[in-house]
């Protein structure tokens, strides 16, 4: 069982930077594949970005490359969005998720995923 909560999302001007967290209770954090998702009303989650169990590899959606990082770390056991250069377009509920990856890790796919946050708002007024 993995619990996830995220925290850091607010309200700031495009062209500002933010950095969501996400902290993990359970003792096997290094072994799920992890990601990030937002939604925003009316519209099904949409991926942001993902790293793999141990941090080898990130994977962004192609809106978001080159101005969002993910990393993880792994003592602390939290997951992290730092998002630069945002945009009125990034606004909405994004979300931490954990995915159990004994069987490859399909990080864009919203339903492969076992465990998600409450989501944390981000609000970017132009």
């Known amino acids: 069982q993995v619990q996830l909560v995220e925290s850091g999302g607010g309200l700031v001007q495009a062209g500002d930077s933010l950095s969501l967290s996400c902290a993990a209770s359970?003792?096997?954090?290094?072994?799920?594949?992890m990601g990030w998702f937002r939604q925003t009303p009316g519209e099904d989650r949409e991926f942001v970005a993902a790293i793999s169990p141990v941090g080898g590899s990130t994977y962004y959606a192609a809106s978001v490359k080159g101005r969002f990082t993910i990393f993880r770390e792994t003592a602390k056991k939290t997951l992290y969005l730092q998002m630069n250069s945002l945009y009125p377009e990034a606004t909405a509920v994004y979300y931490c998720?954990?995915?159990?990856?004994?069987?490859?890790?399909?990080?864009?796919?919203?339903?492969?995923?076992?465990?998600w946050g409450q989501g944390t708002q981000v609000t970017v007024s132009s």
């Open positions: 998720a954990a995915q159990a990856t004994y069987n490859g890790f399909s990080y864009d796919r919203a339903n492969a995923y076992n465990y």
């Open positions: 359970g003792r096997t954090f290094s072994s799920y594949g």
